[in-house]
Each structure stands twice: as C-alpha cells, then as structure tokens.
C-alpha cells in the first residue's frame, strides 16, 4: 500500500506541473482538445494507457 500511494503521490505531482509553470499554455491546450475528435483521444487513451501498462511490466518484471 505505501508503494502505491507513493507512485500516485509522484504522479499527481508530475500532473500537476504544466498547470504550475504554464497556467496560460494549459488553457490554449484546453481549447485545442475541444477540436480533436472523441475517437480520436480514444484511440491516444488506449494507447498510452498500454504504454503505461507496458512500463508498469517492464518495471516490475525485468
């Protein structure tokens, strides 16, 4: 349990850099997304929650 509310810890706080240092940059990125098509953040969701999933393995496992 502490190693995972430790990697949630390091998350958030990784997460929440961009919003720190560039608050006005956030908000362009904000209007951005609301152009991109909802298939197509899906199939960016997909594939980086993979890629998470890849790293978590490799980490673990190797």
Same mark, same amino acid.
């Given at each position: 349990m502490?190693? &995972? *509310? $430790?990697?949630?810890? =390091?998350v958030l706080m990784l997460e929440g850099i961009p919003y720190l240092a560039f608050p006005g940059r956030v908000k362009e990125w904000a209007l951005i997304l609301q152009e991109i098509? =909802?298939?197509? *953040?899906? &199939?960016?969701g997909v *594939? $980086? =929650?993979?890629c998470g999933l890849l790293l978590l393995y =490799?980490?673990?496992?190797?």
């Amino acid at each position: 349990m502490p190693f &995972i *509310l $430790s990697v949630l810890g =390091a998350v958030l706080m990784l997460e929440g850099i961009p919003y720190l240092a560039f608050p006005g940059r956030v908000k362009e990125w904000a209007l951005i997304l609301q152009e991109i098509p =909802a298939r197509n *953040l899906r &199939i960016m969701g997909v *594939l $980086s =929650a993979f890629c998470g999933l890849l790293l978590l393995y =490799a980490g673990t496992f190797f």
